[in-house]
């Protein structure tokens, strides 16, 4: 029980809290919507505690759009306006991708996610050695600029959210993406959108990195700087867990260490000269929502607190959004099974709606066919119907943080916090992440985690419906989504007209003013700007780049 002094604390808090949300609320209108239950009962925009013994509850907990943001990042929430609908999308060519991103917009869905092929995320143009029989297998191909113009073919890029999933040569495909706007007319102070630019989880997780940790990092620091005076509303990194659950962390450990990359970002970038409040509000995350529904949601508000106090207290920023944790969501692609696939669809709904509860900004939601390929279009608009299914018809969108004040939701959120510091803690002692993951620290917690929790199924000790239990015999899946495998000739002919076309005494002079760049301390941006322009490739770019920094390699943890 709080003494008369605590009270009163609370209630001016709460008093200071309600005048500077009030404002806020009226600049962002509800929806029109009656916010109601099916049964007629009138909701409340947040619900509070009932009476004094209720106040233990608000103990850290706070309010919604107000420091320490566990439970959401806006005051209003849902009641505002719903999450950034966006569906992972690309395949083949930028002509086929370009249909299915127009499909999907026709199907309701509010922001593009483009995924790019392998070659494209390691920095390899389509007539590369190495990307013989990789092109536009996994996302589609992009060679030059002249992709990226028929990609967006049609496609407003003032109106629209785009988030490219690209990492190593995510200055290059930024730069595309701007040149490819300025065609369409659209000045790049209007671009909104997110570039993953995540580095450091490429080396500890998913292995499509090109340079050394240290030329990276200044790569990832010159888009800072860029982008926050040429294009103040993108988002310049989605630091990234996603990618770390899927390679077999825990909860914990998919926070802890999204949290300490951030934390070198942030690092990073002062050391670059950099001011924290003129680049974190621009900063962004992206979680996995995997199948522990309660601890989901938890790890969600865990994750926003831990970082508002990261923010505050160990870089003193000023600015609530420099405070404020946003994340993007993408269900989680390795629970998918080959076994009965119409399972999915009921894995992906539960964790859409842990990820909705948890209070995310944007929600990517999974096909039920992506254990054997890439998404068919019917699979793809069920996936995106169970997001408008959760936002319309669910009722959870009725009412800020739902779970708020659940003994056990606010218990799982004080222990994940708890748990994820202790790694902070121990990450800080190595040196920080990028020391971390050079001695091979992350990478071998993460490979434990992994072997323990796969023990764990063939074990049966967890159990996966229709793969270790509950088993049926099965036809094969029909209809699947297949790449045409002379896309890759395609694309080398199409990539061989366009260094025809150019001017190529341009390119050789852009190229060089880059490398010289590179060899020097002046923001690469806008160099990397000028090559796209004159329809550099990309490979050519990068290769530019790897010429300056090197190649990394990766290092053995078993």
Known sequence: MYDAKKLKEIEEASAGWAEKTAALVAKRPE???????????PLERLYTPLSESDLDYMEGLGFPGSYPYTRGVQPTMYRGRFWTMRQYAGFATAEESNKRYKYLLEQGQTGLSIAFDLPTQIGYDSDHPLAQGEVGKVGVAIDSLMD??????????????TSMTINAPAAVLL?????TAAKQGVPSERLKGTIQNDILKEYAARGTYIFPPTPSMRVITDIFSFCSQHIPTWNTISISGYHIREAGSTAVQEVAFTLANGIAYVEAALQAGLKVDDFAPRLSFFFNAHMDFFEESAKFRAARRLWARIMKERFGAKSPKSLMLRFHTQTAGCTLTAQQPHNNVIRVTLQALSAVLGGTQSLHTNSMDEAFSLPSEEAVQIALRTQQVVAYESGVANTVDPLGGSFLVERLTDEIEQRAQA?????DE???AVAAIEQGFIQKEIQESAYAYQRAVESGDQVVVGLNKFQQEEAPPRNLLRVDPAVGESQVTKLNQV???RDGAAVV???????NCAQGTDNLMPHIIAAVRCYASLGEICDILRGVFGEYRAVSTL
């Not at 967006?152 to 959210?161: A, H, N, Q, T, Y």
């Not at 790694?423 to 990450?427: A, K, N, P, R």
């Open 31 to 41: 929806r029109k919507e009656t916010f109601q239950t099916l049964s007629e009962i």
């Open 148 to 161: 990226v113009e028929t990609l967006f073919d049609g496609i407003p890029l003032d109106r629209v959210s």
């Open 175 to 179: 730069a595309m993406y701007v040149e």
């Open 423 to 427: 790694y902070l803690d121990q990450i």
């Open 430 to 432: 190595n040196g920080g």
């Open 499 to 501: 260094k025809a076309r």
């Open 509 to 515: 002079s852009a190229l060089e003013k880059l490398k």
